[in-house]
């Protein structure tokens, strides 16, 4: 018998953005499609291990369906129990091979399937199109993420050598062991050109700063197959599927701006969107995709004229860079959001709307809501706003290409700022209990790493006031459980910790509720 | 009918001196082999093009002999009439498909093949493997080259970009233009300053001093399979051959690494030499590899002790700015070969021998006679000790055979033969005046390939047949300029003033000659 790797080694379990429902339909919406309302949908993950993914989508879609499988047993078992323990009704996770899968399942509005597609065998690879093919709605949306070539050549070679080193040894600990000591040797090591030198560094360095598990599976599985773009293009046209897009649509977009490339690309890709997307590979070296797949049969809109933008919530992270940013002027503001993406304008539109977007964060609001506010922002002088949603919707689209915004079909259940009664997620607080890691309400996985905000996380489940949980707080400093700092120095005065504690309970609620994790 | 894409576009042949007997044959005697004698033996070329590299060893040893085939009917043709114009009765090149090899084909002392391994189909890898073990001398050795990774995945990556950006397109030419123009796109468009960018600004500027011909074989072609060394190995071994050494002998001994990564490559050696040098590759990132293979039942020794040295002749071009009194005292002194590779050291007998090499380079020396050479140099008194006498020449052996492993120093079994310097009428051979008629590339009597800078010096070359002194020489040049037969520039500009001609073509005739003593042209 063999052993499923994923049962010696279990993958480490995140949620991701990506894939839920709510980008998906978006990034459908955004093309001409008419998919399912992500409140009232269907949703089918393939290799869902134990469930982490699936389970805050089910949650926070109750009227929605969920089914997972994977191949992995003991996964499967450990999600069932989260899901009894969180009483869900609207999911169900399956032990089952990918090839056993049959129409039984029903039909989906969306089926994803995330870092599989590059590590199972062609038989494998062929399922998993042939299912998306037969159990997808005629509206439906498919997301698949696989390792791509230019850039997964510089995995390849790492994982070879790897392979290579740990070839003596069964035991996966060891095989994890042996793989992290030749990774150091190399980094320090290496001898060969400067370029090679910076990639295997730049990747090693990466392999090693995962996990052991996603280093055991990533990297030392056997089965490793990245495809070039048009080649999995290729292969889900054998199967009646067409590329929507990419899952971030920020990634189809990083180099629009440069008229060379531009150019280049027109008269290598012409207007089809394959090429053009195998060529953008070849650019940015590209290691990894996130593919949006729909029926061919289903016919789509490119066009993205600004009247798209009105379709959708908004939503932005960013802020201006100075403190007071000009509005009704023509100054030019930079905007940033915390990841590094970055936009600078001088239209007062764009900067009043990046304002109110960033004061309403992690919420998000409609596109006339934003109209609205943006222009009252500009006051009564400002040309009248039924004449500039264009303006507004060209300048969102070339935001959220640029990673600066999001767009949403349903409102994510978040909050501004806490309520009198601030409450998370119940999953976040049975996270909380198991780890470092939740689930937000963006879908996305955040390590909170402060232990005060960790303690203060299992309490907020909306019976609590700001007046009992400072009182929850100064119990734990003074029994030792957590400390208070002022500055670096540590409070140990039981005075000043009363004192404090109230100032402490609202910045923690001020960073939960910029991180999206409060619901109330 | 497919068209051999290798009729269509000429594969520019040229020598390849680490395939050359001598090379192979100084290995082998290195590990503990007794290999045919380099000046009678027997050597095949597997995939030989237009004797490119076997007409000139076949040129320089006429005792013994050459046999080439090549699938590519045209380049054989070529390589025939040139071995008939040199007269020479020693070489045969056949028109043959690897896979109609004969089991009566003969037995060979020296077998090569050169880049044909990674382009081929893997039933032709066998039967390449499969000729090696079949018609291999029992103590011969062959020389296989291929692609190897990791270096193989970097090419790799920009390989098929191209491939598929041409794919589409069927006439050759066109295909080379388009892939060179993805690439100078790539190069440029990527202006950032992250290792893909690097990356591909440093391919692009390979690929600008590369003929159309090259980017199609090395780059277009279909078949392309870089493998791991170990894989190469065992491959090999299923063929009942083992590994003898890198036909590069310093690329198998680490330099440069930081202790603990000379640490493991050192300990997992003294387990596997092949894997040792498995890792070896991992941190230089090798893309090519030039392995000597031998049968699997020749027992080798490794061990190499300073009195090995003693068997060769050994040669340096390495240079030191340090003379006189600094290499008699223990001063510390710093030779530097080509490439980077250099030595520091402090032994009076180590900075005499290196010195005196690097002055009368190219010619190599036997040990022995440097050994005295160098006792000359330093001004030792004959010594009647006989443990003196050895200890001496322990010493030199161990600085030359750790030289050599640093690849500052080459040895030979067989050395070139050739002239220090011009005689009154100057001679380069019969092959050398071929080659600068028929182009611009020459093959030295060391087997290396020279590019020459312009037509003026193949102009010179031609007329070095021991029938012309110096003068003669250049009188014939300037008339040939004057009847605007040879075009002659400067900065530019024509010249017209006969005096500044003369002067012109004597300065040229005077490098070219300092030159072609340097790459040992003239003939003895």
């Given at each position: 018998?063999?052993?499923?790797?994923?049962?010696a080694?279990?993958?480490p379990?995140n949620?991701?953005t990506?894939?839920?429902?709510?980008?998906l339909a978006t990034?459908?919406?955004?093309?001409?499609m008419?998919p399912?309302?992500?409140?009232?949908?269907?949703?089918?993950?393939?290799?869902c291990?134990?469930?982490?993914?699936?389970?805050?989508?089910?949650l926070?879609?109750?009227?929605?369906?969920?089914?997972?499988?994977?191949?992995?047993?003991?996964?499967?078992?450990?999600g069932q129990?989260?899901?009894a323990?969180?009483?869900?009704?609207n999911?169900?996770?399956l032990?089952?091979?990918?090839?056993?899968?049959?129409?039984?399942?029903?039909?989906?509005?969306?089926?994803a399937?995330?870092?599989?597609?590059?590590?199972?065998p062609?038989?494998?690879?062929?399922?998993?199109?042939?299912?998306?093919?037969?159990?997808?709605?005629?509206?439906?949306?498919?997301?698949?993420?696989?390792?791509?070539?230019?850039?997964?050549?510089?995995r390849?070679?790492?994982?070879?050598?790897m392979?290579f080193?740990?070839?003596?040894?069964?035991?996966?600990?060891?095989?994890?062991?042996?793989?992290?000591?030749?990774?150091?040797?190399?980094?320090?090591?290496?001898?060969?050109?400067?370029?090679?030198?910076?990639?295997l560094?730049?990747?090693l360095?990466?392999?090693?700063?995962?996990?052991?598990?996603?280093?055991y599976?990533?990297?030392?599985?056997p089965?490793?197959?990245?495809?070039y773009?048009?080649?999995?293009?290729?292969?889900?046209a054998?199967y009646?599927?067409?590329?929507?897009?990419?899952?971030?649509?920020h990634?189809?977009?990083?180099?629009?701006?440069?008229?060379?490339?531009?150019?280049?690309?027109?008269?290598?890709a012409g207007?089809?969107?394959?090429?053009r997307?195998?060529?953008?590979?070849?650019?940015?070296?590209?290691?990894?995709?996130?593919?949006l797949?729909?029926?061919q049969?289903v016919?789509?809109?490119?066009?993205?004229?600004?009247?798209?933008?009105?379709?959708?919530?908004?939503?932005?992270?960013?802020?201006a860079?100075?403190?007071q940013?000009?509005?009704n002027?023509?100054?030019?503001?930079?905007f940033?959001?915390p990841?590094?993406?970055?936009?600078?304008?001088?239209?007062?539109?764009?900067?009043?709307?990046?304002v109110?977007?960033?004061?309403?964060?992690?919420?998000?609001?409609?596109?006339d809501?934003?109209?609205?506010?943006?222009?009252?922002?500009?006051?009564?002088?400002?040309?009248p706003?039924?004449?500039r949603?264009?303006?507004?919707g060209?300048?969102?689209?070339?935001?959220?290409?640029s990673?600066?915004?999001?767009f949403?079909?349903?409102?994510?259940?978040?909050?501004?700022?806490a309520?009198?009664?601030?409450?998370?997620?119940?999953l976040?607080?049975?996270?909380i209990?198991?780890?470092?890691?939740?689930?937000?309400l963006?879908?996305?996985?955040?390590?909170?790493?402060n232990?005060?905000?960790?303690?203060?996380?299992?309490?907020?489940?909306?019976?609590?006031?700001?007046?009992?949980?400072s009182?929850?707080?100064?119990?734990?400093?003074?029994?030792?459980?957590?400390?208070?700092?002022?500055?670096?120095?540590?409070?140990?005065?039981l005075r000043?910790?009363?004192?404090m504690a109230?100032?402490?309970?609202?910045?923690?609620l001020a960073e939960?509720?910029?991180?999206?994790?409060?619901?109330? | 009918?497919?068209?051999?894409?290798?009729?269509e576009?000429?594969?520019?042949?040229?020598?390849?001196p680490?395939?050359?007997?001598?090379?192979?044959?100084t290995?082998?005697?290195?590990?503990?082999?007794?290999?045919?004698?380099?000046?009678?033996c027997r050597?095949?070329?597997?995939?030989?093009?237009?004797?490119?590299?076997?007409i000139?060893m076949?040129?320089?040893?006429?005792?013994?002999?050459?046999?080439?085939f090549?699938?590519?009917?045209?380049?054989?043709?070529t390589?025939s009439?040139?071995?008939?114009?040199?007269?020479?009765?020693?070489?045969?090149?056949?028109?043959?498909?690897?896979?109609?090899?004969p089991?009566?084909?003969?037995?060979?002392?020296y077998?090569?093949?050169?880049?044909?391994?990674s382009?081929?189909?893997?039933?032709?890898?066998v039967?390449?493997?499969?000729?090696c073990?079949?018609?291999?001398?029992p103590?011969?050795?062959a020389?296989?080259?291929?692609?190897?990774?990791?270096?193989?995945?970097?090419?790799?990556?920009?390989?098929?970009?191209?491939?598929?950006?041409?794919r589409?397109?069927?006439?050759?030419?066109?295909?080379?233009?388009q892939?060179r123009?993805?690439?100078?796109?790539?190069?440029e468009?990527?202006?950032?300053?992250?290792?893909?960018?690097?990356?591909?600004?440093?391919?692009w500027?390979?690929?600008?001093?590369?003929?159309d011909?090259?980017?199609?074989?090395d780059e277009?072609?279909r078949n392309?399979?870089?493998i791991?060394?170990?894989?190469?190995?065992?491959h090999?071994?299923e063929?009942?051959?083992?590994?003898?050494a890198?036909?590069m002998?310093?690329?198998?001994?680490?330099?440069?690494?930081?202790?603990?990564?000379?640490?493991?490559?050192?300990?997992?050696?003294?387990?596997?030499?092949?894997i040792?040098?498995?890792y070896?590759?991992?941190?230089?990132?090798?893309?090519f590899r030039?392995?000597?293979?031998?049968?699997q039942?020749?027992?080798l020794?490794?061990?190499?002790?300073?009195?090995?040295?003693?068997?060769?002749?050994?040669?340096s071009?390495?240079?030191?700015?340090?003379?006189?009194e600094?290499?008699?005292?223990?001063a510390?002194v710093?030779?530097?070969?080509?490439?980077?590779?250099?030595?520091?050291?402090?032994h009076?007998?180590?900075?005499?021998?290196?010195?005196l090499l690097?002055r009368?380079?190219?010619?190599?020396?036997?040990?022995e006679?440097?050994l005295?050479?160098?006792?000359a140099?330093?001004e030792?008194?004959?010594?009647?000790d006989?443990?003196?006498?050895t200890r001496?020449?322990?010493?030199?052996?161990?600085?030359?055979?750790?030289?050599?492993?640093?690849g500052?120093?080459?040895?030979?079994v067989?050395?070139a033969?050739?002239?220090?310097?011009?005689?009154?009428r100057?001679?380069?051979?019969?092959?050398?005046r071929?080659?600068?008629?028929?182009g611009?590339?020459?093959?030295?009597?060391?087997?290396?390939?020279?590019?020459?800078?312009?037509?003026?010096?193949?102009e010179?070359?031609?007329?070095?047949?021991?029938?012309?002194?110096?003068?003669?020489?250049?009188g014939e040049?300037?008339?040939?300029?004057e009847?605007?037969e040879?075009?002659?520039?400067?900065n530019?500009?024509?010249?017209?003033?006969?005096?500044?001609v003369?002067?012109?073509?004597t300065?040229?005739?005077?490098l070219?000659?300092?030159?072609?003593?340097?790459?040992?042209?003239?003939?003895?």
């Amino acid at each position: 018998m063999t052993i499923n790797p994923y049962d010696a080694v279990p993958y480490p379990g995140n949620a991701f953005t990506h894939t839920h429902p709510d980008r998906l339909a978006t990034m459908a919406t955004l093309f001409g499609m008419q998919p399912a309302r992500v409140d009232r949908c269907r949703v089918l993950e393939i290799g869902c291990s134990s469930g982490d993914n699936l389970i805050p989508m089910a949650l926070g879609l109750p009227q929605s369906e969920f089914v997972g499988f994977d191949l992995a047993a003991r996964p499967i078992n450990a999600g069932q129990e989260r899901i009894a323990a969180l009483g869900l009704r609207n999911i169900r996770l399956l032990q089952m091979d990918i090839q056993q899968v049959t129409q039984d399942l029903g039909r989906f509005d969306y089926i994803a399937c995330h870092g599989v597609y590059s590590w199972v065998p062609p038989p494998e690879r062929d399922a998993i199109m042939a299912a998306c093919q037969s159990l997808l709605e005629p509206q439906g949306v498919a997301y698949i993420s696989y390792d791509v070539y230019p850039g997964a050549y510089i995995r390849h070679m790492t994982r070879e050598m790897m392979i290579f080193h740990v070839r003596g040894t069964s035991d996966p600990e060891q095989r994890i062991r042996e793989a992290r000591e030749l990774g150091k040797i190399l980094i320090e090591g290496s001898a060969g050109s400067d370029i090679y030198d910076d990639f295997l560094r730049a990747q090693l360095e990466r392999v090693l700063s995962r996990g052991d598990s996603v280093l055991y599976h990533d990297d030392l599985e056997p089965a490793y197959a990245p495809v070039y773009f048009h080649q999995f293009a290729e292969h889900a046209a054998r199967y009646g599927l067409q590329f929507l897009s990419e899952a971030d649509f920020h990634q189809m977009n990083t180099l629009r701006k440069r008229p060379q490339v531009a150019e280049a690309l027109a008269r290598f890709a012409g207007k089809d969107t394959v090429l053009r997307e195998q060529y953008f590979d070849y650019f940015i070296c590209r290691n990894f995709r996130r593919s949006l797949l729909c029926h061919q049969s289903v016919s789509l809109d490119r066009g993205l004229g600004p009247e798209r933008a009105r379709l959708f919530m908004v939503s932005s992270p960013s802020r201006a860079q100075s403190e007071q940013p000009e509005i009704n002027t023509a100054k030019v503001e930079v905007f940033k959001e915390p990841k590094g993406a970055g936009i600078s304008t001088g239209q007062p539109l764009a900067k009043a709307a990046l304002v109110e977007l960033g004061r309403a964060w992690p919420a998000a609001m409609s596109f006339d809501e934003l109209l609205g506010k943006a222009c009252t922002a500009l006051g009564p002088e400002a040309p009248p706003e039924d004449s500039r949603a264009n303006e507004l919707g060209d300048f969102l689209l070339l935001c959220y290409a640029s990673n600066l915004v999001n767009f949403h079909l349903r409102k994510p259940p978040c909050v501004t700022k806490a309520g009198r009664f601030p409450r998370v997620s119940a999953l976040a607080r049975q996270q909380i209990a198991r780890g470092s890691r939740v689930t937000n309400l963006l879908h996305s996985t955040i390590e909170v790493e402060n232990p005060l905000a960790r303690r203060l996380l299992v309490l907020l489940d909306g019976t609590r006031d700001r007046a009992a949980l400072s009182a929850e707080l100064v119990v734990m400093v003074s029994s030792g459980e957590v400390t208070l700092y002022k500055g670096r120095e540590e409070i140990s005065d039981l005075r000043v910790v009363q004192e404090m504690a109230g100032r402490a309970v609202e910045d923690l609620l001020a960073e939960l509720a910029r991180l999206a994790l409060l619901e109330a | 009918m497919t068209v051999n894409l290798y009729d269509e576009f000429v594969y520019p042949g040229h020598s390849i001196p680490q395939s050359h007997p001598d090379n192979l044959a100084t290995l082998a005697t290195l590990f503990g082999m007794t290999p045919a004698p380099v000046d009678h033996c027997r050597v095949l070329e597997i995939g030989c093009g237009d004797g490119g590299n076997l007409i000139p060893m076949a040129f320089a040893l006429p005792d013994s002999r050459f046999v080439g085939f090549d699938l590519a009917a045209r380049p054989i043709a070529t390589g025939s009439a040139r071995a008939n114009v040199l007269g020479l009765k020693n070489i045969e090149l056949h028109a043959l498909d690897i896979m109609d090899v004969p089991a009566d084909f003969g037995t060979f002392d020296y077998i090569l093949c050169h880049g044909v391994y990674s382009w081929v189909p893997d039933a032709v890898k066998v039967k390449l493997l499969e000729i090696c073990r079949q018609h291999l001398a029992p103590a011969g050795v062959a020389y296989v080259s291929y692609d190897t990774h990791p270096g193989g995945h970097l090419r790799g990556m920009l390989r098929e970009m191209m491939l598929y950006h041409v794919r589409e397109i069927s006439d050759p030419a066109e295909k080379a233009r388009q892939a060179r123009a993805l690439v100078k796109f790539l190069s440029e468009a990527k202006g950032s300053s992250d290792s893909y960018g690097s990356y591909l600004r440093e391919e692009w500027a390979g690929f600008t001093d590369r003929t159309d011909s090259d980017i199609l074989h090395d780059e277009l072609e279909r078949n392309y399979s870089p493998i791991w060394f170990h894989q190469f190995m065992a491959h090999a071994r299923e063929h009942g051959l083992q590994y003898l050494a890198d036909a590069m002998f310093h690329t198998m001994n680490p330099r440069d690494l930081p202790a603990e990564a000379a640490r493991v490559v050192r300990e997992v050696a003294q387990r596997d030499n092949v894997i040792g040098e498995q890792y070896l590759d991992f941190l230089t990132c090798r893309f090519f590899r030039r392995t000597l293979l031998c049968h699997q039942d020749v027992p080798l020794d490794r061990a190499l002790p300073p009195e090995k040295a003693r068997a060769f002749y050994v040669a340096s071009s390495a240079k030191t700015t340090a003379q006189g009194e600094d290499l008699r005292s223990d001063a510390v002194v710093e030779f530097k070969g080509g490439k980077g590779v250099g030595l520091t050291t402090s032994h009076p007998l180590a900075k005499t021998a290196l010195a005196l090499l690097g002055r009368i380079w190219p010619r190599a020396l036997h040990f022995e006679q440097l050994l005295l050479r160098t006792r000359a140099a330093l001004e030792l008194p004959p010594s009647q000790d006989e443990a003196e006498q050895t200890r001496e020449a322990l010493k030199l052996g161990d600085v030359l055979l750790r030289t050599y492993a640093g690849g500052l120093v080459e040895f030979h079994v067989h050395p070139a033969r050739f002239a220090s310097q011009p005689g009154p009428r100057p001679m380069v051979s019969a092959l050398v005046r071929l080659q600068a008629a028929e182009g611009d590339t020459i093959t030295t009597p060391s087997h290396a390939t020279v590019h020459l800078a312009d037509d003026l010096v193949r102009e010179i070359l031609k007329l070095l047949d021991g029938t012309r002194d110096l003068a003669t020489v250049v009188g014939e040049i300037v008339a040939r300029i004057e009847s605007g037969e040879i075009p002659l520039q400067q900065n530019g500009a024509p010249l017209h003033n006969r005096e500044s001609v003369w002067r012109a073509v004597t300065e040229k005739v005077d490098l070219t000659l300092a030159e072609s003593a340097q790459w040992g042209l003239f003939l003895a």
